[in-house]
């Protein structure tokens, strides 16, 4: 369970501070897919390097089962936007990254990549460096390597914004298998609205900055890993809800926006 | 920090070669082999015909053959291979010096932030004195013999490697230290896996640059109250008015420096494949 309690944060800019998160008060359930949701700029990759420790909260704590978290480890896996691979490193030994802190014998941990990378659809790729891979491959390596080292909670920055419709489609329905049957706790930021729905459980929409949560949609639509579900009718029904919910914030961060190039200028 | 990047594109003039990795079209890399030595027949073809035909007086351009000949002899009686090696001595000594000494300093200095941005003007500083400049005072402290001459290749090879090394410490992805971060890595473990890593093709280009300027400064060094190395025989030479020996010198200075770039050219590709 990971418990956010009134957290804020207060950036440093230039000797100016600049709030990006403003009391954020929610709890994410053990074993939860929680997505989230919010126009661009309002915080959410700030709330996600919180959550996996990379940086500091400057009011409010995180506690993670109860624990305050207090820097990165192994129990979060964290996979960002932009993949964030080791280019030096072959698919299988990216993978093996996170194993090497764990106590594995090197057969194990290669057997252990191994395994992983045809999770996600990629035998016969070990071998090959990022720069010899697809941007849909480099993010399933990404999604390999935090899977790998067996975290108890993932957190993913959008990792499929840069993905195409189709390639993206698979990977959600992989990333559902692989959430349903290890039981990890899913923390998915996401700018696509159908996305949100059809992988969360709940869908949490963050205001405009700085930075709040607004609303948490509870989305129930059954048997979730079937392809009918984006032509359900509820499914019509939670985009047109979230999609009201974010129109607003998404205006009120682009007049603000306008607003500070403006006062800049 | 923009003037730092620079060294890797150079600013003597000794612009960085083509990245390694690039792959070129297939029919144009098996012509490109074929299209240089048409230059470069060309060029000796020149050689050979202006002195030939009076353009330009023999004496102080001899035709090519008759400078074959003359570094053919030079090979015979074991002279050429004499200063060849006490050339190479030199160079490969003050490089390797350069390179030991270079590769932890920048990694250090580029690691720790504060240090790099003290240091950045004297770097600056040395890395835009010529080196050249230098000999006379390292002739004068530490006298005409060996130790000088290394010094002075050791120090001109050094500014290279330690600033592309401190640059490319210093450019790490910082999204990369943060996905090591994120799987728990302690510093000494990130310094190792990561920076140390991504650094190589930096360190690499430093490596070749220094490769370049240890041949020639060799050459001014050794022209310099030297006895043997082929500095040493191109002036000796011009001295005596051996103009053919003179030039024969020169081609193998020239022949050195292009097997020595194509050797490092060779082994950075090796290490940095995975660049591009
Ligand atoms: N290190 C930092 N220093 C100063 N300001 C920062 C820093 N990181 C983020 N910010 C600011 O905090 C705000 C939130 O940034 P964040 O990256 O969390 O947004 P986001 O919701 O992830 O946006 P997007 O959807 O575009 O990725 C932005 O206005 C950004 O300018
Ligand atoms: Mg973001």
Redesign the pocket.
């Known amino acids: 369970m990971i418990r956010i309690e009134g957290v804020g944060k207060v950036?440093?800019?230039r000797g100016e501070s600049?709030t990006?998160?403003q009391d954020i008060d929610l709890e994410i359930r053990t074993g939860e897919f929680l997505a989230v949701v919010?126009?661009?700029?309002?915080?959410?990759?700030?709330?996600?390097?919180l959550l996996g420790g990379l940086?500091e909260p400057t009011s409010g704590r995180i506690l993670l089962d109860g624990v305050p978290v207090t820097g990165p480890g192994l129990d979060r896996g964290v996979v960002f936007?932009q993949y964030a691979l080791f280019p030096w490193r072959t698919a299988v030994a990216n993978v093996e990254f996170g194993l090497e802190g764990k106590n594995l014998s090197k057969r194990e941990r290669r057997e252990r990549a191994r395994h992983h990378l045809s999770l996600v659809g990629l035998s016969g790729f070990e071998d090959r460096y990022p720069h010899e891979l697809s941007g849909g491959m480099r993010q399933r390596v990404a999604i390999a390597r935090s899977l790998a080292f067996d975290p108890d909670v993932l957190l993913m920055?959008?990792p499929y914004a840069a993905l195409d419709a189709q390639t993206r489609e698979s990977l959600q329905d992989e990333l559902l298998r692989i959430w349903e049957r290890t039981g990890k706790t899913v923390v998915f930021?996401t700018?696509g609205i159908e996305e949100a729905i059809y992988l969360g459980e709940r869908v949490a929409v963050?205001t405009s900055?700085p930075?709040r949560i607004k609303h948490v949609v509870p989305v129930s639509l059954g048997r979730r890993t079937e392809g009918e579900v984006r032509a359900a009718p509820e499914f019509g029904r939670y985009r047109r809800e979230l999609a009201s919910l974010l129109r607003d914030e998404v205006e009120r961060a682009r007049i603000q926006e306008l607003r500070e190039v403006a006062s800049v200028g | 920090m923009a003037s730092l990047t620079e060294t890797r594109a150079d600013t003597t003039g000794i612009v960085a070669d083509e990245p390694p990795g690039v792959r070129r079209r297939a029919p144009y890399r098996t012509l490109a082999p074929a299209r240089r030595s048409i230059a470069i027949v060309v060029l000796l073809l020149v050689w050979e015909l202006l002195p030939r035909l009076s353009f330009v007086d023999a004496t102080f351009l001899p035709p090519f053959s008759d400078v074959a000949v003359a570094w053919y002899d030079l090979l015979r009686s074991g002279e050429l291979a004499e200063h060849t090696q006490a050339s190479l001595v030199r160079s490969l000594a003050g490089f390797g010096l350069a390179i030991v000494v270079a590769i932890p300093l920048g990694l250090v200095i580029g690691w720790y932030r504060p240090v790099a941005e003290l240091l950045n003007p004297v770097l600056e500083l040395f890395r835009n004195t010529a080196a050249l400049a230098l000999l006379p005072v390292f002739v004068l402290i530490l006298g005409l013999g060996e130790t000088s001459k290394i010094s002075i290749i050791l120090y001109a090879c050094t500014w290279p490697i330690l600033l592309n090394t401190i640059n490319g410490v210093k450019t790490v992805d910082p999204l990369l230290i943060k996905s090591a971060r994120s799987m728990g890595l302690g510093a000494l473990r990130l310094f190792q896996k990561v920076i140390l890593p991504a650094s190589v093709p930096a360190i690499f280009t430093g490596i070749r640059l220094a490769g370049a300027y240890s041949i020639l400064v060799l050459v001014a060094a050794e022209m310099v109250g030297a006895k043997a190395g082929l500095g040493y025989l191109i002036n000796h030479s011009q001295f005596n008015f051996a103009v053919p020996d003179m030039y024969a010198g020169i081609v193998t200075i020239s022949v050195l420096g292009l097997l020595f770039n194509q050797l490092l050219l060779r082994l950075e590709g090796r290490f940095s494949t995975w660049r591009l």
């Open positions: 950036f440093d800019v600049f990006a998160l919010g126009p661009s700029g309002c915080g959410k990759s700030t709330l996600l390097d940086s936007q920055d959008e930021i700018h963050m900055r930075g």
